[in-house]
């Protein structure tokens, strides 16, 4: 059954977290045929806050960049208007993981870990997505992002609950997924998927979120589900931040056949990753 707090989110009783006013035009006009460049660069211009760090962002050793990045619209031409969504994005969000939230000390799971978990799988999943040549790249980084957004969501909304779910994942060695399931009624999936359906990200990134625990189940782009299915396995199996339970699930029978990978192709794709992971926090935190 759903718990009542998780049923008043649902309702619009209590309002969600919300994407700044900027974002939300910015997607709009990235999904926008008629949009130009300057059109992009404007509409991040409003927020000279966003702005800065967008070309900070852009700007460092994390996106290497040939040369230097002066304008936004000459940002925007370089790297492409979904990257740049994706740039933007990536801060908004930093700053709804980055809200405080109280664990007890005893607990491993903190935002920040979370944040780790994330930052992990989300170059994880742009090493997979290059490594197959997956046609939308940086749409695998940003699932990667935000595939445990509901979490968030859970720990702000239903905070009691959620360390309840938390507690039942850690003591029965159980998938938190299913410990969430027991106690709020709904998965982080559900939720996270239902949260970016209400910002209007894309169908296949909202895929993606929803059914990243049985990629068998998506419906919109089943490879790149797979893609975030095994992001995801492969940093909980590294150890690289923490996502709330320690089991790694098993990973899907799809990630061959969708893919086209082998266990054997683990071992390097987390090399990659982890050469760059610890620059790529400590970047992300400074930007914030
Ligand atoms: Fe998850
Ligand atoms: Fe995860």
Known sequence: MISPQLQEILDGKIESPT?????????????????TAPDIAR???????LMVK?????????????????????????????????????????DEFSTDS???????????KLWEHSIAAAMTANVIATRINYSKKEDAFIAGLIHDIGKVVFDRYTHDDFLSALTLADAGGMCL???EREI????????????VDKWHLPPHL????????????????????TIVHLADALVREEGLGF???????????????????????????????????????AFFQSVA
Do not use: C
Request: negative net charge; proline residues 6%; glycine residues 6%.
């Open 184 to 195: 709020i009624g709904e998965t982080h999936a559900f939720i996270g998927s239902w949260l």
């Open 243 to 281: 996502a709330g339970d320690s089991l790694v699930p098993p990973i899907d029978s799809l990630v061959k056949s969708e893919l086209g990978l082998g266990a054997d192709s683990y071992t390097d794709i987390m090399q990659e990753v982890k050469r760059n992971f610890t620059t790529a926090i």
């Open 102 to 112: 109280s664990f007890p000390k005893n607990f491993e799971y903190t935002r920040e």
């Open 43 to 49: 509409i991040i211009g409003t927020d000279p806050a």
């Open 19 to 35: 994407l700044p006013e900027v974002i939300m035009r910015l997607l709009s006009a990235v999904d926008n045929p008629e949009s």
């Open 177 to 179: 997924f299913d410990a």
């Open 206 to 225: 909202t895929d993606a979120l929803r059914h990243h625990h049985a990629p068998e189940m998506s419906e919109v782009d089943q490879k790149l589900v």
């Open 54 to 94: 967008v070309l900070k962002l852009v700007n460092s050793p994390f996106y290497g960049m040939p040369r230097q990045i002066a304008t936004l619209t000459q940002a925007t031409v370089v790297m492409g208007f979904s990257a740049i969504r994706n740039v933007a994005l990536t801060i908004a969000v930093f």
